[in-house]
């Protein structure tokens, strides 16, 4: 099992306090079909847009929202921008995490004496509904970190974006917030990372999962989870592990052409609802073989689910000492094999699904050899 070390006192202060998970940036091809998908597909609402109707010259971006959670898509209108580079060489992919703080000058400043590369230097930005406080540092690959503080701010999301009035409103799925979100690292780089989140962002390592936990016949990773110090944001990294063929966490690198996000963990208080519903809008989701539930209220205890649903929705359970959670995986959302999605209810359990692990990593290496690269 995995090692739990959720109650283990911080050996640091908390001199990054956190308020959770601003948004997430995306870096696509093209945001306005990315936004449709993420509307009719996942059920996320119109908030904000920006573009050359709100006088940003150089690229559109539009902000959708579900319960708390907020995905901003954006694209670059001309091929010499940066954000086309990036699109270039990695495809589809997330470049920003920002965090919600109360101080985004004094975030940039305890991180960068830490250690810490500068992205954005803090700068406040105006308009008639108030002010948003804005800095940012450099994280693994071509990712980063925004601090931003935005309680002197009124507006819709950000200045320069507009409120975003659509015709086209598909009902949400019910998901809440982000539970965590998971990055993958180069060979041997994982306690790199796992050192920057300690000593840079003031973090504690709550979670280790070795090579030897998860491994399947075949492939194997490493991973350890992050957590800041109130637990509101968490921040699993993974590295890949010598098997016999080629790891998950390998293929992810080769094809996003470097480090980044693997993928986002979307909380649901209903989860068989929240995937039947995303389901039947097309979002495809790794199954596992009947046979995983043949022992599977032996091996978690009671749940308050009936079985039947979980099984025909291939939904995993899993379970630790404070209770249980649902979770299942869906396919990668883009033709690369990057980032995907988790859908998690917890019932009580602060971990991460380990007990499904070899179930699910072999659901992964099914899809893995289809493509050929097992
Ligand atoms: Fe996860």
């Not at 030897?212 to 993974?238: C, D, H, Q, R």
Request: glycine share 8%.
């Amino acid at each position: 099992m995995e090692t739990l070390t959720i109650n283990k006192p911080s050996k640091t202060t908390d001199f990054l306090p956190l308020n959770g998970t601003d948004h997430v940036e995306f870096y696509v091809g093209n945001a306005k079909q990315a936004a449709h998908y993420y509307k009719s597909a996942f059920g996320f609402q119109s908030l904000a847009y920006a573009g050359p109707q709100t006088g940003v010259r150089d690229r559109v971006s539009y902000v959708l929202q579900q319960g708390k959670i907020r995905l901003v898509l954006t694209t670059p209108l001309k091929s010499d921008h940066p954000i086309a580079e990036h699109i270039k060489k990695h495809g589809d992919g997330v470049k920003v995490l920002a965090l919600s703080v109360d101080d985004a000058y004094d975030a940039f400043k305890q991180t960068t004496s830490r250690g810490a590369l500068p992205y954005q230097k803090p700068q406040t930005i105006t308009d008639e509904h108030g002010e948003v406080r804005i800095s940012g540092i450099k994280l693994y690959g071509e990712t980063v970190h925004l601090f931003v503080e935005r309680k002197n701010y009124n507006g819709v999301f950000l200045p320069s974006y507009e409120k975003m009035d659509s015709h086209y409103n598909p009902k949400a799925t019910g998901l809440l917030h982000i539970d965590h979100c998971v990055g993958n690292v180069g060979w041997h780089k994982m306690n790199e990372w796992v050192n920057f989140y300690e000593d840079v962002m003031g973090f504690r390592n709550i979670l280790t999962f070795d090579d030897k936990m998860i491994s399947t016949e075949y492939s194997a990773l490493m991973s350890k989870v992050m957590s800041n110090g109130n637990g509101y944001v968490k921040f699993p990294i993974n590295e890949p592990a010598e098997g016999k063929k080629k790891s998950q966490i390998e293929e992810y690198l080769e094809f996003y052409e470097g480090e980044g996000v693997q993928h986002l963990a979307l909380a649901t208080d209903h989860i068989v609802e929240t995937v039947t519903n995303l389901q039947s809008r097309g979002v495809e989701f790794l199954t596992v073989p009947t046979t995983y539930y043949d022992d599977l209220i032996d091996r978690v205890g009671h749940i308050d689910e009936d079985l039947e649903p979980l099984k025909r929705l291939g939904i995993l359970v899993d379970s630790d000492n404070e209770g249980y959670l649902l979770q299942i995986f869906t396919k990668p959302v883009e033709d690369r094999p990057t980032l995907f999605f988790e859908i998690i209810q917890r019932k009580g359990a602060k971990s991460f699904g380990a007990g499904n692990f070899k179930a699910l990593f072999e659901a992964i290496e099914r899809e893995q050899d289809l493509r050929g690269n097992l």
